[in-house]
């Protein structure tokens, strides 16, 4: 078997849970026998020698390219990476008017642009069983278009030590957070108004984005001593995995997560985990985590106390561990493959 494998053409200068995403499976993928390339848009292609392109991500980064790609009669597997806050029958409700407007002026939002990438899809593979419910009523999607294959963590993880990062910056038992600065739907102010305000310990990871939103952080950062920010570590940076061990709480007060990878990372190198209620998050991390409303400043204090109060244990590691290493995610992948080459068949 042979996949192409595709995604908005920012992914590897944004980086992230996307990209962590394709590229991992892919190494999974090719372990077990699929041969997996990752879609080159300088390349030309013999489409023909491929049995599958599976696209990963549905908005108007990837619109076009799911398009082209089934316009050519290629079949498509998508995985949407989608969700929303809105009640599926307010999706649906709302989804009506803009395609309604479209007919008239080519308007377009965000949902659309999802719901018609769905539309095209010949298998839709879905991170969690929330989102997969999301589409299939939102979208108005037939439920057996849509499987479920669960978003993984390198075993690497779960060996961290803690001594590395501390050694190189002096810092242990604090809160971490890491994934972008400056993204609106990761929430990260309250996160920094909240440690500030209660001088707790905090390291922030990741990229620094150029917009007004990322300078309220920094602003926030740079007058509070207790706060320490590392712009960037690679995802295969052994300092990164050892933050992980060496941090007392990782946070995520994202607007929603499918389901954090970073959380899942940090779980599995044994930090204690507090993290958005939204986003299928619960599918994941159970009774192991320390859950908060977003958009409650009290509800992220709160839960960063409660967390911080509660000792450590490795039954989030090792409930990580047994569920939701690429390896496991990979099997489940080609599973959906198989079945899906055997039914185009029948």
Known sequence: MKALFGSFSAVTLLGGGVEVQVRSLARVLNKLGVNVELF??????????????????????????????????????????????????????????????????????EHLFCKELCGMADLILVNTVEEGELIARGFDIPKEKIGVVPNGVEERFYYAQPDPFIKEYGIKEFVLYVGHIGMGRKNLLPLLQVLKKNRIPGVIIGPVLNNEYSQKCLKIIEGAPNLKLIPQLAPDSPLLESAYA?????????????????????????????????????????????YLEPKSVSSIERAIKQSLNRPKTNELKEHIRKNFLWENCGRVLLDWYTKFSIGERE
Do not use: Q
């Open 40 to 109: 080159d848009p300088w390349k030309r292609y013999d489409l023909s020698e491929f049995n599958l392109f599976h696209l990963f991500g549905a908005n108007v980064g990837t619109y076009h390219l799911g398009r082209a790609i089934k316009g050519l009669g290629m079949k498509l597997i998508l995985t949407p990476v989608f969700y929303s806050r809105h009640h599926p029958a307010k999706l649906r409700a709302a989804l009506a008017v803009v395609t309604k407007i479209r007919r008239y002026g080519g308007y377009w939002t």
């Open 246 to 290: 060496a941090c007392d709480t990782f946070v995520l007060p994202s607007l929603y997560e499918t389901p954090g990878l970073s959380a899942l990372e940090a779980g599995l190198a044994g930090a204690k985990v507090c993290i958005t209620c939204y986003g299928g998050t619960k599918e994941y991390f159970g009774n192991y985590a320390t």
